[in-house]
């Protein structure tokens, strides 16, 4: 699991050359690695944007309004939910299963950096930042550079920073 | 009623969550005083505390480490279930980013019960951040001698591996979570064989939840009298829980197991959203019954809550106010488990799906006169079918929210519409 990581940080997603590459490293087959993949929605098998925006829409998120707020996203991006990612490469869109911070609800991760109670114009701002170049401060922790620096952390490829 | 905290005694202070600062606050103790002691003693401790399982099967603690056999030629292993993906859940989560060391030296005693080397700490892929503090705090204990070889100046080793899941719900799943941890996909096992006997690479393996561990320290440090002094005979302890959805303060907070619904919901969460009435409620996440304002002075244990037809599960509690509609509620957490269904067994696979979708029409406007039976007969026809609970958790929102708002359900064929939606265009349209 944490190859595919290393694979998803190269190319933003795997491709089925990155499921190969992997497959070749551990002597399994491809279709070993694929169902693998297949299985975990964090392994994305469609090209993403610079930045994967997931938002949660489970119950607790729902009833504070978390529809309107993956609406909101996709508007700020000027996406239709059938793409892949915005036009300019800056954002994918995902809507989530439960992020565990419903004490945050509604809930929003950019590159799995939590923002807490994010309404429909804070979410808008936020997609507003992401596009013009900016890497917006998360409620808690610090904020990975893009999607795929994200899966460098979680391959454990980068030092825990102190 | 006076309550002095434990597991979050020390959440003002943001040092604990450095080794330091934990140890400042005699963090490690619990350690030390373990490794004096034989690993059977350490077992019949957590046994005479009544310890149960905070993860959500409410299994006695003591009892499934005593499960592991020692005669196997084999490692055992401690694996740490950090897959908090519970919807309505996340005290693993904020215990883990304020005092992550708690975790570690819970699970080193639980190690030593078991007399395993190398534990393993599953982490949900989704908590970046916390994977990351938690990874400091497993360096910082390496460092300083409190993991690795020789811990403690004594002659045990322990190593503690993290490893992160990827997305998967069904991971919180024990067996599921093991053959994730061996690298396959996250689907369940059939068990027997238990994992205490055929666990992590077919070798003896204890899985438990991290608030469990987190009490484990306190127990070794203060004695089973002392963790039994609060809550109730068969539920002993204070449990955390997570109150989210339409309520004044939602948040985790911790209480003696045995208070009672009304004040965590009044005095702790501040209450009902915007002072609306109370309509229904989850008591441990979404796979647990939904209760309703009836069950409001239910006490906050394992029995009282399994006496009012539901579960206490993670303590996750999830609060619709009277404006909230019970079918879309209903619809939006099958739909969950439609999504999260790994598809091994039908009833799960197929059945959530054809929930949802009947779900989704009543809710759209489109039920008929037929689906309020045909969803009685699916919940029947799933749940206890499948391998795992995943499905039950599914069942148990369809059957509950039946059980409970029958009638609006009926409401929904009757005027061919969600009776809520009108309200909320009237609203708008007055506003």
Redesign the interface.
Known sequence: ??L??VAQSVEGHLSREGLREVAGLLGITTAEVE??AT?????RLRPTGRHVV?VC????C???GGKDVLEAAYGAAGMRHDQDASEDGAITIHEE?????????PAV?ID???HDRVTPDRMAELIGSLRAGEVPA?S???A?ESFRG?CR??AGLEE??? | MTFEPRLTRDWDDPSVATLDGYVAKGGYEGLRSALEEEPGDLIQLAKDSGLRGRGGAGFPTGLKWGFVPQDTGKPTYVVVNFD???????N???LV?RDPHRLLEGTAIAALAIGCRTAFIYV??????QA??L??AI?EAYTRGYLGSGICDSDVDLDVVL???????ICGEETALLN?LE????QPRLRPPFPAVEGLYDCPTVVNNVETLMNVPDIVVRGAEWFRSVGTEKSPGSKMF?????VER???YELPLGTPFRSLLEDAAGGVLGGRSLKAWTPGG?STPLLTAEHIDVMLDYESIAAAGSLLGTG?V?V?DES?CVVE?AR??VA?YA??S?GKCTPCREGTWWAMRVLGRLEDGYGREADVPLMTEMGGNIMFRAFCALADGAAAVIESSLEHFRDEYQEHVRLGRCPFEAVEELAEAAS
């Not at chain 1, 299985?39 to 392994?43: E, G, L, Q, S």
């Not at chain 2, 949900?124 to 951040?129: D, F, S």
């Not at chain 2, 992160?164 to 719900?169: E, K, L, P, Q, V």
């Not at chain 2, 690298?183 to 996250?186: A, H, N, V």
């Open positions: 699991m944490p595919l990581y169902a693998v299985f975990y929605t964090m392994y997931n829409t489970n119950l607790s729902a009833l504070l299963e439960c992020l565990g911070v419903c004490d945050f609800a991760q799995f950096a939590n998360p808690r922790g610090s990975p994200a952390l979680l825990v920073p102190a | 908090e993906s519970e919807p309505g859940t996340c693993n989560r904020e980013e949900r892929g989704e908590y970046l951040w990351l503090v990874q400091r360096d490893h992160r899941g990827a997305g998967a719900y994730s690298g396959l996909r996250g997570t109150i989210s959805g339409k939602p948040g985790n979404s996750a999830m619709l909230d509620a939006r957490m969950f999504h999260e790994c």
